[in-house]
């Protein structure tokens, strides 16, 4: 995994196995050292399709995991476009770090709230992160939550197809038993059209 991928944190572990890389945040909730994210060596321009096969190893009813697509600094001082110019800053991976300094596009899938202990009551939503235009997630929603999706039982192998194209973001999850496609209408916010692709798993979450 190496070869295509970098880690931001120094907990949570990534590793080879038969079924694919088996990435893993830190055991230790609300320790913001245990998020890990992996990012993709390679930078994205333009039309962008992401597909791959996302099996839940964890059982967590709290917290989330994101993709992040289309990724780039803020282009201030310290905040390079590439990401890559201050991945030491992330070593630590607060989410702080990437909403205030980050352009890029979020999608949260397999999540749940912070105080949430219903296994059911999962969702998909996305966001456009904005650093310069303020701090914080305030202001970043794409609209078109999605709530109670089904989906994300732990075991279960599920395929996720993310498109990026023009003024729309669509996701695709399928598994044995149903489909689902959503989408967002980016046109409500700046565009993005090149960057890294991340999977970020908070603490306590694996797959």
Same mark, same amino acid.
């Given at each position: &995994?190496?070869?295509?991928?970098? /880690?931001?944190?120094?907990?949570?572990?990534? !590793?080879?196995?038969?079924? $694919?890389?088996?990435?893993?945040?830190?055991?230790?909730?609300?320790?913001?050292?245990?998020?890990?994210?992996?990012?993709?060596?390679? /930078?994205?321009?333009?039309? @962008?399709? +992401? *597909?791959?096969?996302?099996?839940? @190893?964890?059982?967590?009813?709290?917290?989330?995991?994101?993709?992040?697509? +289309?990724?780039?600094? !803020?282009? @201030? *001082? $310290?905040? %390079?476009? %590439?990401?890559?110019? &201050?991945?030491?800053?992330?070593? *630590?991976?607060?989410?702080?770090?990437?909403?205030?300094?980050?352009? @890029?596009?979020?999608?949260?899938? =397999? =999540?749940?709230?912070? *105080?949430?202990?219903?296994?059911?009551?999962?969702?998909?939503? =996305?966001?456009?992160?904005?650093?310069?235009?303020? #701090?914080? +997630?305030?202001?970043?929603?794409?609209?078109?939550?999605?709530?109670?999706? $089904?989906?994300?039982?732990?075991? /279960?192998?599920?395929?996720?197809?993310?498109? #990026?194209?023009?003024?729309?973001? &669509?996701?695709?999850?399928?598994?044995? !038993?149903?489909?689902?496609?959503?989408?967002?209408?980016?046109?409500?916010?700046?565009?993005?059209?090149?960057?890294?692709?991340?999977?970020?798993?908070?603490?306590?979450?694996?797959?």
């Amino acid at each position: &995994w190496q070869q295509h991928w970098s /880690v931001d944190g120094l907990v949570g572990t990534v !590793e080879n196995t038969p079924k $694919g890389m088996h990435v893993s945040g830190g055991p230790e909730a609300m320790n913001h050292a245990h998020h890990l994210v992996v990012w993709s060596k390679q /930078v994205f321009t333009g039309d @962008t399709k +992401l *597909e791959f096969e996302y099996t839940r @190893t964890d059982e967590a009813i709290r917290y989330v995991t994101i993709v992040y697509m +289309l990724a780039s600094g !803020e282009g @201030t *001082e $310290g905040f %390079d476009k %590439d990401i890559m110019a &201050w991945a030491d800053y992330r070593k *630590e991976p607060y989410m702080r770090h990437y909403f205030d300094n980050m352009n @890029t596009y979020h999608i949260s899938y =397999a =999540a749940f709230g912070v *105080e949430n202990n219903d296994p059911e009551k999962d969702y998909v939503r =996305a966001r456009r992160y904005m650093p310069l235009a303020n #701090k914080g +997630l305030k202001g970043t929603a794409l609209e078109g939550d999605n709530m109670n999706t $089904g989906f994300f039982a732990t075991g /279960v192998p599920h395929q996720i197809t993310v498109i #990026k194209s023009g003024d729309n973001l &669509w996701m695709k999850v399928q598994n044995s !038993e149903q489909s689902q496609v959503y989408h967002w209408d980016t046109s409500s916010h700046p565009d993005l059209n090149e960057g890294r692709i991340g999977l970020r798993h908070m603490f306590t979450r694996s797959a």
